[in-house]
C-alpha cells in the first residue's frame, strides 16, 4: 500500500549537496521551517517546493514537524538562496542557515547508549548477581543506561566517573554526537497568588528575596529578570509555586522597543553629531537625480566612483530616503560597522525607529529582535554588513553597497559568497537598484560599468573644494644605506611628525601588522616559532606576552630558550602596531600616542574610546592597521604616515598591487578631511611599483588601465572567471587522495571543457590552516558558464566518490588565493 502525504523538496541545514524529499501530512509552502529526521538526528529544514517524479525504490521519510506557521523567507529570498547555492557550489541548506541568523532550532549533544555487548554483559550478569554486585559501580552503570537510554555524556560521567571510562573500553556503550531538538525557551510571568494572610515563618532567603521583590515592583512579566535580580533559580520560582505563594503563567517573549537606540551609539556620540542635512553640492544633486530617475525604472546596477571626502554618504541617505517616501524599504551595507559608529548614529537621526541594524556584534537576542522587527514591516531601513544582504526586507528599492571594493564582504567559509555580487542579483530579483560606492573600486566593478553592465556615476570633487592629500613617497632602500636605521621611520616622517607635534595637528600612521614583532626568530639555528596547526609563524602579542597565530587564534607562552636547538639568542624580528606605538611613545616624549588594530578592537569600549578620544583632539598620534583607514571622517588629521606600503607587494596574490592601492589611496583619503590641507608620506622599498606611484598621484584611471593589461596577460579577473579548489583534511594521505581523486576527474574532462586552464595540483599557499593540509587546483575560463559546468560536474563526481563536502572546498571568484 502507498503511504499516504504529500511530498516537498527541503533544504537540509547541513552539508549535505541536495535538497531531500520528505513526506508532509498536509501542504507546505516554499520558504517554511521543518523539523526533519536525518539519519539518527533531527535537523531544520527550509521547504523548497513539491516533488515532482520520484525515481521508483527510493525511500521518503516523514517530516517530524512544521516550525513557524507561515514562511520564514520569501519566495524572492528562497529563490537568492538556491542562486547562491548554485552559483557558489554551496550545500543548499548551509547557504539557508547562513541567510537565517536565528537560533538553532536544535543542538549538538553527546548521547550515550549500551551497545549489544554492554546488553549482553548485563543479561549475563543474573539478577542474584545483581544484587550482590549492587556496589559495583559496573553493573549500576549498566542497569542505569538500560533504563535511562541516550543519558546525556556528562550526566553519565558525573555519575559514574570511574565506571564509565571502563565501560567505554570494555565496549559496553557508545557515544554519539546527536541533534536535539532546543526546548523553547519559556517566558514566564510571575505575580503573587494574592494577599498573603501571614507569611509563612520558614521562608528561604532566596524565597524571601523573590517575593520582596514581587511586592516592591508588582508582578514580573519576564521571570527572567526577576531571576536576576533575586540571584534565583528557575526551581526556586517552581517550588513557591507549588506551595502557592506565587502564580506563573506562561507569558510572551517581549518584542524590544523598536528603533531603542543601542547603549554604545548613544554614549559616544551624544546629541548634536549629526544635525540637519546640509544642502547637497550641484554635483551630489546631478548623482542623485540620475538615482531616482532609476528608482522608477526597475532593475539596475550603478557604480558611484567619488574621491574620498566627495560625500557619498550623503547620496545613500538621500536615496534611501526617496525609497521610504515611495513606500519602499532600503538596505546599506558597509564592511565594518561595530567600529564605526559615526554612521548608525547618522542613519538614526535620520530614520529614526525605522532602522535596524543587522551585524555579527549583536547578541543573538538582539539579532533575533531586529531580525523579526525587518520582517514583520516595522524596521523599512537596514543597516548592517555582509550577511545583512539577506535582510528579510519587502518591497526593497535599493540596495547600497559602500565601500564595494573592501574584501571583508567576502565569506571565508561556506557559503563562500560576495556580499556585493550577491546584492546586486538580489537587486536584480526585486527589481531594485544596486548602487556599489567607493573612491578605488574594485577592477571588477569598474570594469563591469566600461562594459556598460554597471551605470558609472562620479564625485570627483572633494565636499568644499578641499584638495585631495599631497603624497610624498620615501624610498627606504635609500634611507636604510644611509642611516642604517633599525626602526621603519625615515628621518623625512620623524621630521615630519615632530613638526606636527610642534604645531599641534593630528598624525595618523599605517601599519600592516598587529601585534609587537612579526615572529620569533632563533639567530642560532634560523628557525622562527611557527603554529602547531597552520603553516605560519606566531606573531610576538607584548601585553599577554604570547605567541599568537592570526589564522586559528592558537597561543603559547614565550619560549626562553629555542625550542629547535636550545640557543638563547632569540630575535623579534619586524615592528607591528604594538611595537611601533610603544616606539613612538620613547621617540616623542610629551605627544599622545594610542594604536588601534584588530587587538584593540577586541576590546570595544576601549576602541569606540580612543576613537572618540581621538576625534576630539586628545591624541596626537594614532598608530593602526587597515582598520583606521577605513571610512572614519576625523577632521584633524592633516599628516599620514603608512610605515611600510609594501607589505602586501610581497605575497603571492594576483590583487597584491590592487590592495596596495587601494590602501594607501583610502588612508590618504583620512588627510585633510577638515579646513587644512593634509600630507601623505608613504614609505616603500618599492618606490618605482606602478601601485604605489598612482597612489600617491590619486590617479584610479591610470592605475586601472596598467593593472588590466597585467591582468589580461595574466589571465586574471576581471577578464576570466576565476576558480579556487583545494583538498584538504587534518590527514595529509586524505588530502593527497582527494587531490589525487580531483585531479584524476579534471584530465579526464579536460578535453569536454575545452578554454580551461587548470593549474596544479600544488601546495596551497597556506599549505597548512587550522591543522588541515591544503592542496589547491587554480580554475580559470573565459567563459564563466563552462567553469561553472565542471564544477557542478566536480560537485557531482565528488558526491559519487564519497568525497565529503567538507574535503573539497571551491571557492568561486575568490577574494584569497591563500
Ligand atoms: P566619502 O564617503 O565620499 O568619503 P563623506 O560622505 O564622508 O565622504 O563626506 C565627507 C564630509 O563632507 C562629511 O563630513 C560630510 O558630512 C560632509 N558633507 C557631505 N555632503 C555635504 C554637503 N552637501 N555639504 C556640506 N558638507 C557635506
Ligand atoms: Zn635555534
Ligand atoms: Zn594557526
Redesign the pocket.
Known amino acids: 500500500m502507498k503511504p499516504q502525504g504529500l511530498l516537498f523538496n527541503v533544504a537540509v541545514m547541513a552539508a549535505i549537496r541536495y535538497p531531500l524529499t520528505y513526506r508532509f501530512p498536509s501542504p507546505v509552502s516554499p520558504g517554511q521551517r521543518v523539523l526533519v529526521p536525518l539519519a539518527t538526528r533531527k535537523a531544520t529544514g527550509i521547504v523548497l517546493g513539491p516533488t515532482g517524479e520520484l525515481a521508483p525504490g527510493i525511500e521518503v521519510r516523514e517530516a517530524l514537524r512544521v516550525l513557524d506557521p507561515e514562511p520564514l523567507l520569501s519566495a524572492e529570498l528562497v529563490r537568492l538562496g538556491l542562486w547562491i547555492a548554485d552559483y557558489y557550489l554551496a550545500p543548499p541548506g548551509e547557504v539557508f542557515r547562513a541567510m537565517l541568523p536565528l537560533r538553532q532550532e536544535t543542538r549538538q549533544t553527546r548521547q550515550v547508549r549500551l551497545t549489544e555487548e554492554g546488553r549482553r554483559a548485563m543479561q549475563g550478569l543474573s539478577s542474584s548477581l545483581l544484587e550482590e554486585s549492587k556496589g559495583s559501580q559496573d553493573a549500576a552503570l549498566l542497569l542505569y543506561l538500560d533504563r535511562h537510554p541516550g543519558v546525556a555524556v556528562e550526566t553519565l560521567q558525573k555519575r559514574f566517573a570511574a565506571a564509565y571510562p571502563r565501560a567505554l573500553e570494555q565496549k559496553w556503550v557508545s557515544a554519539e554526537e546527536v541533534q536535539k531538538e532546543r526546548r523553547r525557551r519559556k517566558v514566564l510571568a510571575v505575580r503573587l497568588a494574592g494577599p498573603l494572610p501571614e507569611r509563612p515563618a520558614r521562608l528561604s532567603p532566596v524565597a524571601r528575596r523573590i517575593i520582596e521583590a514581587l511586592e516592591r515592583q508588582g508582578p514580573a512579566e519576564d521571570h527572567r529578570a526577576l531571576l536576576e535580580a533575586t540571584g534565583a533559580q528557575l526551581t526556586n520560582l517552581r517550588t513557591l509555586g507549588r506551595a502557592g505563594l506565587i502564580e506563573l503563567t506562561e507569558g510572551r517573549a517581549r518584542e524590544s522597543v523598536p528603533g531603542k537606540p543601542s547603549e554604545e551609539a548613544e554614549c559616544v556620540f551624544p546629541s548634536g553629531e549629526a544635525g540637519l542635512p ?4 550641484p554635483a ?1 544633486s546631478a548623482v542623485l537625480n540620475e538615482l531616482y530617475a532609476r528608482l522608477e525604472r526597475g532593475f539596475g546596477a550603478v557604480l558611484l566612483h ?1 574621491v ?7 547620496i545613500y541617505l538621500h536615496l534611501i530616503a526617496r525609497c521610504l517616501e515611495r513606500g519602499r524599504s532600503a538596505l546599506l551595507l558597509v564592511p565594518e560597522i561595530a567600529l564605526t559608529p559615526a554612521i548608525q548614529a547618522l542613519f538614526r537621526s535620520r530614520f529614526g525607529a525605522q532602522v535596524a541594524l543587522l551585524h555579527s556584534g549583536l547578541t543573538e537576542r538582539e539579532r533575533d529582535d531586529a531580525w523579526w522587527r525587518v520582517r514583520r514591516g516595522h524596521a523599512k531601513v537596514v543597516l548592517g554588513t555582509r550577511s545583512a544582504v539577506f535582510a528579510p526586507l519587502a518591497n526593497l528599492g535599493a540596495l547600497i553597497v559602500d565601500e564595494e571594493h573592501d574584501s571583508s564582504y567576502k565569506q571565508d567559509e561556506t557559503p563562500r559568497y560576495h556580499g556585493r555580487d550577491v546584492a546586486v542579483v538580489r537587486a536584480q530579483f526585486a527589481g531594485a537598484v544596486a548602487l556599489l560606492g567607493s ?1 578605488t573600486p574594485s577592477l571588477e566593478s569598474y570594469w563591469n560599468a566600461r562594459q556598460g553592465k554597471y551605470l558609472l556615476l562620479k ?1 570627483e570633487e572633494r ?2 573644494g578641499r584638495k585631495l592629500a599631497a603624497v610624498v613617497v620615501v624610498d627606504m632602500r635609500q634611507e636604510f644605506r644611509e642611516t642604517h636605521t633599525q626602526i621603519p621611520l625615515s628621518r623625512e616622517l620623524k621630521a615630519e611628525i615632530e613638526a606636527q607635534i610642534r604645531d599641534k595637528a593630528q598624525t595618523m600612521l599605517l601599519l600592516n601588522r598587529r601585534g609587537y614583532s612579526w615572529f620569533l626568530l632563533c639567530r642560532s639555528c634560523g628557525q622562527t616559532q611557527r603554529c602547531v596547526n597552520c603553516s605560519v609563524a606566531l606573531t610576538y602579542h607584548r601585553r599577554e606576552h604570547r605567541l599568537t597565530c592570526h589564522y586559528c587564534g592558537y597561543s603559547t607562552a614565550v619560549p626562553s630558550v629555542c625550542p629547535a636547538c636550545g640557543s638563547e639568542y632569540l630575535h623579534y624580528v619586524g615592528e607591528g602596531t604594538e611595537k611601533i606605538e610603544q616606539k613612538f611613545a620613547e621617540l616623542f616624549p610629551g605627544a599622545r600616542v594610542a594604536r588601534l588594530d584588530r587587538d584593540v578592537a577586541r576590546r570595544r569600549r576601549e576602541f569606540l574610546r580612543v576613537l572618540e578620544e581621538f576625534r576630539q583632539g586628545k591624541i596626537d598620534i594614532l598608530v593602526g592597521t587597515q582598520l583606521i583607514a577605513k571610512g572614519h ?1 576625523f577632521p584633524g588629521v592633516t599628516l599620514v604616515g603608512v610605515v611600510s606600503a609594501d607589505v602586501g607587494l610581497g605575497l603571492p596574490d594576483f590583487r597584491a598591487a590592487e590592495r596596495s592601492f587601494q590602501l594607501i589611496t583610502q588612508v590618504a ?1 583620512r588627510a585633510g ?1 577638515g579646513s587644512a590641507p593634509g600630507r601623505v608620506l608613504v614609505q616603500t622599498f618599492f618606490p618605482d611599483h606602478y601601485a604605489i606611484r598612482f597612489a600617491a598621484e590619486q590617479n584610479y584611471e591610470g592605475f586601472f588601465s596598467k593593472e588590466m593589461g597585467f591582468r589580461r596577460m595574466m589571465h586574471y579577473p576581471p577578464v576570466t572567471a576565476l576558480a579556487n579548489v583545494v583538498a584538504q583534511h587534518v590527514k595529509l594521505e586524505r588530502a593527497a587522495q582527494v587531490a589525487k581523486e580531483v585531479g584524476g576527474f579534471f584530465t579526464r574532462v579536460e578535453v569536454q571543457f575545452a578554454g580551461i586552464k587548470i593549474l596544479g595540483p600544488g601546495p596551497a599557499p597556506l599549505a597548512r590552516v587550522e591543522r588541515r593540509y591544503r592542496i589547491q587546483f587554480l580554475l580559470k575560463s573565459n567563459s564563466r558558464a563552462t567553469l561553472h559546468a565542471l564544477l557542478k560536474q566536480l560537485v557531482h563526481h565528488c558526491a559519487q566518490s564519497g568525497i565529503q563536502p567538507r574535503e573539497v572546498m571551491i571557492d568561486v571568484d575568490p577574494v584569497n588565493l591563500m
Open positions: 546640509p544642502q547637497l553640492t551630489q567619488g574620498t571626502g566627495s560625500g557619498k554618504t550623503e573612491a564625485l565636499i568644499g571622517d583619503g578631511r
